[in-house]
Structure formats: structure tokens, C-alpha cells
């Protein structure tokens, strides 16, 4: 099925994390999916969202909350996984359109978490790379993360790091420059 170009996702997950190796008998999952819906005619974010996932083989750390500002508490009035998935599909038709992330992280998380509980994939195979994107554009000797690229663009960043719906967000005003860029 041909993707519907009218829109792009991008998502910028977070997931436990532990300063080290997971804990015994606990695992790396999804506990926030940041969405950014992007307009591809004006070539500039539309929306900002966030899914807090309930972990269901895991606990967030301290040094997790410290990183995302992610409290076991409040992950735990999330959703579960498989519901985050069927919303990404229902409300954003991740499924039919082209989808897009900082990295190969997010993608790599969302098809080992889907394989492992026998969830359907919830976006199209229509995935693009905006971390190699903007270091090609940039003729960067090596992609930088995201907060790098907002500097060298001058940009201040958004809301705060390392929490989905910004860094989404974020996400989407980098990949705004490269499309205006590409256009002109």
C-alpha cells in the first residue's frame, strides 16, 4: 500500500535505562512515545503529543528519572504497550504514513518490543532517518544527536531533553530546516 504523503510522524521514544546493566529478570521497554505530526506541504510541525506506556518487565531506575524526568509513579497511570501501539495506528495512521525517528533506536525498540510480545507492528515499513539526514545535508563527518544539531543550527531547544513529546518536537524543527533547505 502506497503511503499517504499528507503528513509525516515523528516519534522520539524513552525507555528504562539503568546507569549500567539492567537489573536481573528486567529488560529495556518503551515508557513514552513523543509523536510530532509534521505537514509536509508547509514543511513544518503541526503537533506535539505524549503516550506514557506502562513497563511491564521492568521499573524505572533513579538514574532513568534523572535522565527523563520519568517517575515509576507516573508511568505507571500509562497505557499498556500493546494499547500505545493501536493508538499510534487509530489516531495517527502510523500504519499508512511515512514515519520518522533521530536514529535507528526507536525503530530497533519498537520491532524487538513488538516481536517479544507478539504485537503487531504498528507503522509502515516507510521509515526515515533524519539523524543521517541532517548529517548528509550538514556534510557532517559524523551524525551528531539531536541537541548537536539544534546548536549548530542556532536553535534553542524546546521543552526539556530527553522527553518524547519535546524531543519530538525538537525532531521536527530539524527535519523543518532540512526539507525549507532542500526546497530551496
Known sequence: MPAQLDQIIIIDIEATCWEGTPPPHQESEIIE??????????????????????????????????????????????????????????KYLSHKRVWASYGEYDKNQFQKQCQSRHIPYPFSSNHLNIKTLFAIVQALPKPTGMAGALEILNFPLEGTHHRGGDDAWNIGRIFSHIILTARN
Open 33 to 90: 512515545i513523543g509523536i510530532c505530526t509534521f505537514d509536509i506541504a508547509t514543511a513544518k510541525p503541526l503537533t506535539k503529543d505524549s503516550i506514557l506506556v506502562k513497563p511491564e518487565r521492568s521499573q524505572v531506575s533513579e538514574f532513568c528519572t534523572q535522565l527523563t524526568t520519568l517517575t515509576q509513579t507516573q508511568v505507571d497511570q500509562g497505557i499498556p504497550f500493546r494499547d500505545a501501539c493501536a493508538l499510534l495506528k487509530d
